[in-house]
């Protein structure tokens, strides 16, 4: 798979707390230059970078990483977030809700906050490592009917990240004009070129372009 190919299908990501704004700089000069999918970086940037970087796609994440907020304070974040410029937003489902067994509750948050992002992309992470297999499918079955862009794996913050089984799952699954985005633990490029033959069209990790260079990294 041609490098380029790869790097289109990549949201180039920066999530540390600490993050400082050189090095959300870095990103997303980083992004422009090797024409990434998005560059993924916290709501509390968004306004700056898309002012400072008018061109670039920006993608910011929702109740994040944990995904208890309620769902009034998921939805004033998509509004704000896009209203300071972001085109897609990553939103993490209420683990909570899950394991009380209340799947529309979670497909109904879903529905709110892709109402609120109107135009935008919404993707939402499931966070697979917290999820039973009978789990994994009544997620994809709300991601599915409430409306959502993609369905994602993983905040990259839980026990561990995106595994390939669980991406051949969500395609048992998911309606077809649902996409898949796999985040976390991809760390070779034979782990990006698998994800991505194995369908997912995006992949968020830190670490793709300098893997491509053929330099170490890890992912965020």
Not at 3 to 32: F, M, N, P, Y
Request: hydrophobic share 35%; charged share 25%.
């Amino acid at each position: 798979m041609e490098k380029q190919e790869i790097l289109s299908h990549i949201d180039h990501t920066l999530l540390k707390a600490a993050s400082s704004w050189e090095e959300i700089k870095e990103v997303c000069e980083t992004a422009l230059a090797h024409h990434t999918a998005s560059v993924c970086i916290p709501p509390s940037y968004v306004s700056r970078a898309h002012q400072t970087y008018p061109d670039l796609n920006v993608c910011t994440v929702i109740g994040f990483p944990l995904g208890y907020h309620s769902t009034g304070v998921k939805e004033a974040e998509v509004r704000e977030a896009v209203a300071d410029g972001a085109n897609e937003v990553d939103m993490v489902i209420n683990l909570g809700d899950v394991k009380n067994g209340d799947f529309d509750a979670v497909t109904r948050e879903i529905r709110t906050l892709k109402q609120a992002a109107g135009g935008k992309i919404l993707k939402v992470i499931v966070e697979t490592c917290y999820l039973t297999q009978e789990e994994k499918i009544k997620v994809c079955r709300c991601v599915s009917e409430g409306g959502a862009d993609y369905i994602k794996t993983s905040t990259g913050f839980g026990t561990a990240g995106a595994k390939i089984e669980d991406i051949r799952l969500f395609k048992e699954h998911i309606d077809a004009n649902v996409k898949m985005k796999a985040a976390g633990g991809v760390k070779t490029v034979s782990d990006l070129e698998l994800f991505l033959e194995e369908g997912c069209a995006r992949i968020g990790t830190s670490s793709a372009v300098k893997l491509l260079s053929g330099q170490a990294g890890e992912s965020y």
